[in-house]
């Protein structure tokens, strides 16, 4: 119902910046936001940013906060996440979220893409 397009993760050195971009379609009423949560091995998902469609408000961790930054591109249904300084820490396979609901009558869901993979290495 839902299909996602992810791309832009690669293998890093520190200080340096990538950008990764989602985009979402497929059978959708309405998208409430869409984000990017990282999962590292060992550890939990966790919520990296995350933007409100329709009125553009953000939501960063406060590990990201300052480094990262979460915007809308032309398309209301892509997301880009520029990455700047980037850290060994910042390493882990990147989730694109999207929070929809498929029918006027449904409420709004967790969707998730296939992830990719970002390094950050010397």
């Known amino acids: 119902q839902v299909q996602f397009v992810e791309s832009g993760g690669g293998l890093v050195q520190p200080g340096t910046s990538l950008r990764l971009s989602c985009a979402v379609s497929?059978?959708?009423?309405?998208?409430?936001?869409m984000g990017w949560y990282r999962q590292a091995p060992g550890k939990q998902r966790e919520l990296v940013a995350v933007?409100?469609?329709?009125?553009?408000?953000?939501q960063y961790a406060d590990s990201v906060t300052g480094r990262f930054t979460i915007l809308k591109d032309y398309d209301k249904n892509t997301v880009l996440l520029q990455m700047n300084r980037l850290k060994p820490e910042d390493t882990a396979v990147y989730y694109c979220?999207?929070?929809?609901?498929?029918?006027?009558?449904?409420?709004?869901?967790?969707?998730w893409g296939q992830g990719t993979q970002v390094t950050v290495s010397s």
């Open positions: 497929g059978t959708i009423f309405r998208l409430y936001t």
């Open positions: 979220n999207a929070v929809v609901s498929v029918t006027s009558s449904m409420r709004g869901e967790n969707y």
């Open positions: 933007i409100n469609i329709g009125g553009g408000s953000t």
